[in-house]
């Protein structure tokens, strides 16, 4: 129910490392787009994946701010309280 | 460092595509029309397989006289907003032709349609509310939820069932709910299920916005789209168009039965802010617009040919869609294939897009293809038999 920002950050990096694309040694403090090659569409494509698993939608324009996977994890703790 | 510097990355995609001799697909210029369907390229004619001029009517005889006759009599342009110096009688006239083929109340007319989405979507959803775009929108959708200041969610594309989940998590927040569906997706040239999304937005008390640029004059008896197909108009609170394809020239519109669409004028940018259109073109839309409405086996044509050219493609052992529709795109696995693909059937005489990701679905590239109503059957059998040749020249498909 209530999930803390380490365990989203593991999550996501659980569901990136699904990727065989992925480099393997990723961290929460990983940045998205340049540590993990990712253009536009493939952050919103992976953002969509973590959604389903956790039940709630990160709206895009919460995503020009996020740059590590623990930005995200932080964001995503925080939608689900509901902020 | 200079200004450029970010574009590097850009560059070197380019470069790859460019090099080993081949063209810059980005900047083909086609010299001149000879026909709706065969144009000048590299100084061939060329078989045109690669245009939205679904009906053929960019060469409309009735369209042409229309727009000689009122460049004679109003001008070659209105320099001015509509809200400004820019509304001349044939604006309003034009509106009250859209709205009366749509048999909506309201019309807006854009410059593009591209404006048209940027002009509704960001006007219609304000700060505190939501707009819900399918995942495979076309850039002017994006474009607009980001002049918007709503909060902008994605579900996935054609998905009713993942767009109901998405609006279940709103469930209790205050705000507008929007959603942006197409009618015919531009890269893939796949349907919207718009009853089954149509069902979604009732059940939700959400507000539809569709985007019929490519199956306005393509699909529903009377050509209005989708929509109309689905029997589902009333459903939908606005629909978004373009001149720029079936009707074979240029500029956007948005029909409504809301009311509330008057007062969008005096809020929505894109539209306030640029120079009306030209008289000339308004007089060929509407020109071609009663050859739409009074012609409609060009729409028959247009199906038959789709299904030929579908059917043929997939017959030589192509990857396609599923659904013969007026875009029938074929999916390769490499970029580089698909360049070299590219190059060839241009060599041979076929104009085709070259759509590369990320601007296509799944990363996969695509020789996007599109038919005409205006293609006879010897051109398709052609163009079928030069994509033939170059995959088994190259080595791809099945
Ligand atoms: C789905 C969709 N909407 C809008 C547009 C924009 O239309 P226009 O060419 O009139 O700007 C296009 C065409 O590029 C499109 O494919």
Known sequence: MSETVADVSALIIQTLLANPKVPRDISGSSKIVEDLAFDSLAVMNFVMEIEDSLDVSVPLDRLADIRTIDDLANCIVSLKQGD | MSIFTKYEPLARSLAAVTNGGGRNPFSVVIDHPVSSTVGVIEGRETLLFGTNNYLGLSQSEAAIDAAIDTLRTHGVGTTGSRIANGTQGLHRQLEERIAAFFRRRHCMVFSTGYQANLGMISALAGKDDYLLLDADSHASIYDGSR????????????????????????????????????????????????????????????????????????????????????????DVDFVVGTFSKSLGTVGGYCVSDQDGLDLIRLCSRPYMFTASLPPDVIAATMAALSELEQQPELRHRLMDNAR?????????????????????????????????????????????????????????????????????????????????????EIGAGH
């Open chain 2, 147 to 234: 002049l918007s200041q709503a909060q902008v969610i994605r579900f996935r594309h054609n998905d009713p069932e993942d767009l109901h989940k998405r609006l279940r998590r709103l469930d209790g927040t205050p705000g507008a709910k929007l959603i942006v569906v197409e009618g015919i997706y531009s890269m893939m040239g796949d349907v919207v299920p718009m009853a089954e999304f149509a069902a979604v937005k009732r059940e939700t008390g959400a507000w539809l916005l569709a985007d019929e640029a490519h199956s306005v004059g393509v699909m529903g008896e009377h050509g209005r789209g989708v929509a109309e197909a689905c029997g589902v108009e009333d």
């Open chain 2, 308 to 392: 030929r050219l579908h059917a043929g493609l997939n017959a030589i052992g192509l990857r396609t869609g599923p659904q013969a529709s007026p875009v029938v795109s074929v999916v390769l696995d490499e970029v580089a294939q698909a360049v070299q693909f590219w190059n060839r059937l241009l060599d041979l005489g076929v104009y085709v897009n070259l759509s590369l990701p990320p601007a296509t679905p799944d990363q996969h590239p695509l020789l996007r293809t599109s038919v005409m109503a205006t293609h006879d059957a010897a051109q398709i059998d052609q163009a079928i038999e030069i994509f033939a040749t170059v995959a088994r």
